[in-house]
């Protein structure tokens, strides 16, 4: 009778580990180099503007195609507050790039589209 012993497996078990492993990361590091499959673009995806409500609790106006979507984040979460129906118009914004405007100029443009919409609803 024949007995299984696997140490004769052994190089067959730990090529086959070997081969895994290098697969793993040869992927990781496609993913990594290429980017992500999908997605959004630059263009379709951009961040317009933010201001920091607390320590660590901001809001965010993120640009998704055409529409701006006011975002409130913190540690734990992420949360959509209003989805704008007239996009923010930032000056200090630069036209073909995706650099966030001054502070201080998106935070009095957010307050003024704050005050419209309470007026709207009053």
Known sequence: ???FNPTDYL?????AL????LAIFALAWFI???????????????????????????????AVGKEQLLIGVTPSQINLIHRLAEPLDCQDEPSETNQVPKPQAFAKRLQ??????KRGKA
């Open 1 to 3: 009778m024949d007995v």
């Open 11 to 15: 190089g067959k078990i730990m090529l």
């Open 18 to 21: 070997v081969f895994v492993l």
């Open 32 to 62: 990594k180099r290429f980017g992500q499959f999908g997605g959004l673009s630059d263009k379709q995806l951009r961040l317009v503007g933010q201001v920091a409500v607390g320590q660590r609790e901001k809001l965010i106006v993120v």
């Open 112 to 117: 003024q589209a704050i005050e419209e919409m």
